[in-house]
């Protein structure tokens, strides 16, 4: 009986050692896979932190080189701009003054012109529906007063052609004749002067190059010897003179086109919607007969 009582005392003894055993075994299981886990969610802050920097640094190099962009782009604006008032100092402030008072005095004119011209444009088919309507319902003195609240040479030239009306259809054929040419004459002011200019600016660059030429000649004698660098120097002189004649020379030219062209376009205009009022005059003419 003893015996049996030790053999079940040893057996308990050994179940309990063996569940002692099998706790620590899982809480060391459960601590590493905590530690673990811990391990991870590090790691992956760590790589977010790391993101983060890299995402971070590459906008800054972005801004970094953006600026950089923006500040070479301002450095070569101002060196093309200094480049020119050096060159445009090297080229003598004689001959240099004078093409830059061409150019300016040639843009002035340009600039009169164009808005003289553009005021001077007239939409003629609506400006004759009027002066249709108004004299089908209140006469010549209703389309005089249409005229005379329109702008333009066309209007001018309605407005004389009805001062004219009862003085015959010869009479006015011949004021709308005459005043046309008055108007056709304003459309034209000033633009002789504009050609004018396009010529004079290089034949001033012309002559400093001459007398550039000149110069570096005088200096070769005087040092007795062909010295490059001074036919260089006055060469170079020459050369700038001429080429600032010929850019004013070639920015005045085309607004003269321009010009040209708009004055074209209004005659072409004037001379069309003449014919058109001479007939409605003639229509008018005949229901009142």
């Known amino acids: 009986m003893k015996k049996a009582l030790s053999l079940l005392a040893i057996v308990a003894l050994s179940l309990g050692t063996v569940n002692a055993y099998a706790q620590e075994d899982m809480a060391a299981t459960e601590e590493v896979a905590v530690d673990s886990a811990a391990t991870e969610t590090m790691d992956s802050a760590d790589a977010a932190v790391d993101s983060a920097a890299a995402t971070e640094s590459a906008a800054t190099e972005e801004v970094t080189q953006e600026a950089s962009e923006e500040v070479e782009a301002g450095t070569e604006e101002k060196a093309f701009t200094q480049i020119l008032k050096e060159k445009f100092i090297e080229g003598g402030a004689f001959f240099m003054s004078f093409v830059l008072l061409a150019l300016v005095l040639g843009l002035a004119l340009v600039i009169e012109r164009i808005i003289y011209l553009t005021f001077a444009q007239t939409n003629t088919e609506k400006l004759l529906e009027e002066v249709e309507g108004a004299l089908n319902n209140g006469g ?25 009306y009862d003085e015959g259809m010869d009479m006015v054929d011949k004021s709308i004749m005459s005043v046309g040419s008055v108007e056709n004459g304003k459309l034209e002011k000033g633009v002789s002067w504009i050609s004018l200019f396009i010529a004079l600016a290089p034949m001033l660059g012309f002559m400093g190059t001459v007398i550039g030429m000149i110069g570096a000649f005088d200096a070769i004698e005087a040092a007795g010897d062909i010295n490059p660098s001074l036919v260089a120097g006055g060469i170079k002189v020459a050369l700038l003179t001429t080429v600032f004649g010929l850019i004013t020379a070639i920015i005045l030219q085309i607004f003269y086109n321009l010009i040209v062209a708009m004055i074209d376009g209004i005659v072409i205009k004037m001379e069309d919607a003449s014919i058109s009022f001479m007939d409605l005059l003639v229509e008018h003419n005949k229901k009142n007969a």
């Not at 005089?144 to 030239?157: D, F, H, L, Q, S």
């Open 140 to 164: 010549v003195e209703a389309a005089k007063e249409v005229c005379r609240n329109t702008r333009g040479p066309v209007a001018t030239i309605f407005f004389e052609g009805l001062d004219h």
